[in-house]
C-alpha cells in the first residue's frame, strides 16, 4: 500500500465519487439525522448493493446437494 500523501486530484476524484452516493442516501434519512448516522446506514446501503450485485452476477445459488450453476438467461 503506498503510504505517500494524497495529491489534491486524487482527493477530488474520491470526493466526485463519494458525495453523489452519500447524497442518495442522505436524501432518504428521516429529517434530523447527523452525518455520523447517514455515513453508518450508507456502509449498510453499500454492503447490499454489493450483494446484490453479486446476485445478479451469479443468479440464484442453489440449496441442498444440487449445486450446480444456474444459467443467466
Do not use: W, Y
Not at 4 to 30: C, G, H, K, T, Y
Amino acid at each position: 500500500m503506498n503510504k505517500d500523501p494524497l495529491s489534491p486530484e486524487e482527493v477530488q476524484a474520491a470526493s466526485d465519487r463519494f458525495f453523489p452516493l452519500f447524497d442518495i442516501i442522505f436524501r432518504n434519512m428521516p429529517e434530523g439525522s447527523k452525518t455520523e448516522d447517514c455515513l453508518k446506514v450508507m456502509e449498510s446501503v453499500c454492503s447490499l448493493a454489493h450483494k446484490m450485485r453479486l446476485e445478479e452476477e451469479e443468479g440464484v445459488a442453489p440449496f441442498g446437494f444440487n449445486k450446480k450453476p444456474v444459467d443467466k438467461k
